[in-house]
């Protein structure tokens, strides 16, 4: 095989590659998901306030002016990293993947 087939068919398997991605893309719904990046952002966030509110509990918690409060804060965060984590677009299977 020469050097201008290999690169023709590289060309081929690229462009099917890219017709899967935009098919997997196309089922991508603005309404129900998020992007992957802001998911990842909101995820620091949230990490960042549950584990403040998890530290004061582990230090105050048998204050019970405080206590009920860095739960709430808590299990809220919980319940948020739930919700990013269930608002991502599905993975498409690795065949459909770009390759880089």
């Known amino acids: ?20 991605l935009h098919e997997t893309t196309q089922k991508f719904d603005s309404t129900q998901h998020i992007s992957p990046v802001v998911a ?4 620091n966030i949230i990490a960042i306030i549950r584990g ?3 530290r004061l509990l582990f230090k105050h918690g ?6 009920p409060h860095l739960k709430l804060i808590s299990e809220a965060a919980k319940r948020a990293a ?16 770009p390759t880089t």
């Open 40 to 43: 990842h952002e909101l995820n």
């Open 62 to 67: 048998e204050n019970p002016a405080l206590e």
């Open 1 to 20: 095989m020469s050097s201008l087939e290999n690169i023709y068919k590289k060309m081929a398997e690229a462009a099917a590659g890219a017709d899967a």
């Open 52 to 54: 403040y509110a998890d």
């Open 82 to 97: 739930t919700i990013v984590h269930d608002a991502l677009p599905p993975n498409p299977p690795p065949s459909q993947q």
